[in-house]
């Protein structure tokens, strides 16, 4: 069972702070991992992706990738408050079907 | 920017009947999947579609679902005999390669199992 876990939050941090999200998967031979965001009712919309350990920065947003640990997280600087969202990680463990598997989400809310 | 698009954005239908959900994925993307996001859960994979087969598919996909790729744009996700547990955001999304590569959610369609 490919099982990924994260903390529910609600994770509240000021505006203009670093907001840090983590996530840890079980499944030791997944390949990629997707941020996604999501608003409340509506889709998943594409933050990042990383594929190999260490760090991967696009704006204000930093992807982390620890393989040993099973372990990723990202982190969003100058936190906005119209970046209240839910965040999902998802894991593709690189079967035929390409499945991700997404955790439950962190809720993050920003205030100004 | 190209999207998924999918239509209804929500369907209410009763319980027992067939619905059909529709999906235009992104137009050079060659891989399709359906997920799904029941009220306040985590969103849990259905199944996905390659070269107009199915390549995986989830424990939740049993018989009363079937995907089908009519034509040279659409994906349609059929439940055969809707049940009340059936109520959920149904997504569509598309991948530009199989391996490794993200995937492109659709605005979701809200079906409703009365």
């Known amino acids: 069972q490919k099982e990924v876990e994260q903390n529910s939050g609600p994770l509240s941090v000021p505006e203009g702070a670093i907001a840090s999200l983590n996530c840890t998967y079980s499944d030791r031979v997944s390949q990629s991992f997707f941020w996604y965001r999501q608003y409340s009712g509506k889709s998943p919309e594409l933050i990042m992706s990383i594929y190999s350990n260490g760090d991967k920065e696009d704006g204000r947003f930093t992807a982390q990738l620890n393989k040993a640990s099973q372990y990723v997280s990202l982190l969003i600087r100058d936190s906005q408050p119209s970046d209240s969202a839910t965040y999902l990680c998802a894991v593709n463990s690189g079967g035929a079907g390409n499945m991700l598997t997404f955790g439950g989400g962190t809720r993050l809310m920003v205030k100004p | 920017e190209p999207e998924v698009t999918q239509t209804p954005s929500h369907q209410v239908t009763q319980m027992g009947q067939e619905v059909i959900l529709r999906c235009v994925p992104i137009s050079n993307h060659l891989y399709f999947y359906w997920y799904r996001q029941i009220l306040g859960q985590k969103v849990e994979f259905l199944v996905s579609?390659?070269?107009?087969?199915?390549?995986?598919k989830s424990e939740i996909f049993d018989d009363q679902f079937s995907v089908e790729r009519p034509d040279g744009s659409n994906f349609t996700l059929k439940i055969r005999s809707t049940k009340l547990e059936d109520s959920a955001m149904y997504f569509c999304?598309?991948?530009?390669?199989?391996?490794?590569?993200?995937?492109?959610f659709g605005d979701g369609t809200r079906l409703s199992i009365l």
């Open positions: 999304a598309s991948s530009d390669l199989m391996v490794d590569q993200p995937q492109h």
């Open positions: 579609f390659y070269n107009n087969e199915i390549s995986e």
